[in-house]
T-cell receptor, first 114, second 110 residues
Framework: NAGVTQTPKFQVLKTGQSMTLQCAQD?????MYWYRQDPGMGLRLIYY???????DKGEVPNGYNVSRLNKREFSLRLESAAPSQTSVYFC?????????????FGEGSRLTVL | DAKTTQPPSMDCAEGRAANLPCNHS???????VYWYRQIHSQGPQYIIH???NNETNEMASLIITEDRKSSTLILPHATLRDTAVYYC???????????FGQGTELSVKP
C-alpha cells in the first residue's frame, strides 16, 4: 500500500497562475485533510472532508478551493496563486469513524509562488 | 475543539527520558489527546493517543492528569533520532477539525 500520495512534490508558479494539488489514499479512509506549513511554523488546516461528498473550511481557507472527487481523492486548487501561498502543503487522511485523530500524512508538496 | 499549549522548545540528553508537557485546560469529556511528531520536512507521524487512562506503546508513554487538563508525553530513552517537533492536539471522538498548534521542538543532544 502506498498510503497517502501527493502530486506534484515540487512546483513553481508565477503570481496569478492556477494549479491543483492532487491527493489520493488507498486505505479506504473516510476523512481527508489539507494543511499548509510555512517555514518555522506549525501546520494550519486549510480544508477538510469528513466523508465523501462533504467539505468544510479549516483555519485558513481563503484563496483555496477543494474537491472530494471520490472516497480516495481530495484535491486542493489555487485559482490565482499569490506569493503568500508559498508553503509546504500536506494532505492527510483518517479512518474517520474510530481513532478519528490518527492521521496518515503524505510526503508534502513544496510550492513556490514568484 | 479545545486548544493546547506547549513549550516552544526543550533539550534532552541522549539516553535520558524526555518529558514533553501539554496543557489542554478546556478539553471536554468526549475529546481525546493525540500526540504527533514531525522530523524535519517530513509529514507528521502519529505517536500515541488517550482519553483519560495512561497509555503506552512501543514509541512512548502518555500520562493524562486525573482532571484531564494536561498531559505529558514520555520518551523513555531519547535518541538523537527523536529530535523533532512534537505536537499535542485534542480531537473530538466524532472527528472533524484537527488543529495543530506550534508544537515543542525537542533537541536530543549527545
Amino acid at each position: 500500500n502506498a498510503g497517502v500520495t501527493q502530486t506534484p512534490k515540487f512546483q513553481v508558479l508565477k503570481t496569478g497562475q492556477s494549479m491543483t494539488l492532487q491527493c489520493a489514499q488507498d486505505m479506504n479512509h473516510n476523512s481527508m485533510y489539507w494543511y499548509r506549513q510555512d517555514p518555522g511554523m506549525g501546520l494550519r488546516l486549510i480544508y477538510y472532508s469528513a466523508s465523501e461528498g462533504t467539505t468544510d473550511k479549516g483555519e485558513v481557507p481563503n484563496g483555496y478551493n477543494v474537491s472530494r472527487l471520490n472516497k480516495r481523492e481530495f484535491s486542493l486548487r489555487l485559482e490565482s496563486a499569490a506569493p503568500s501561498q508559498t508553503s509546504v502543503y500536506f494532505c492527510a487522511s483518517s479512518e474517520g469513524t474510530s481513532n478519528t485523530g490518527e492521521l496518515f500524512f503524505g510526503e508534502g508538496s513544496r510550492l513556490t509562488v514568484l | 475543539d479545545a486548544k493546547t499549549t506547549q513549550p516552544p522548545s526543550m533539550d534532552c540528553a541522549e539516553g535520558r527520558a524526555a518529558n514533553l508537557p501539554c496543557n489542554h485546560s478546556t478539553i471536554s469529556g468526549n475529546e481525546y489527546v493525540y500526540w504527533y511528531r514531525q522530523i524535519h520536512s517530513q509529514g507528521p507521524q502519529y505517536i500515541i493517543h488517550g482519553l483519560k487512562n495512561n497509555e503506552t506503546n512501543e514509541m512512548a508513554s502518555l500520562i493524562i492528569t486525573e482532571d484531564r487538563k494536561s498531559s505529558t508525553l514520555i520518551l523513555p530513552h531519547a535518541t538523537l533520532r527523536d529530535t523533532a517537533v512534537y505536537y499535542c492536539i485534542v480531537v473530538h471522538n466524532q472527528g472533524g477539525k484537527l488543529i495543530f498548534g506550534q508544537g515543542t521542538e525537542l533537541s536530543v543532544k549527545p
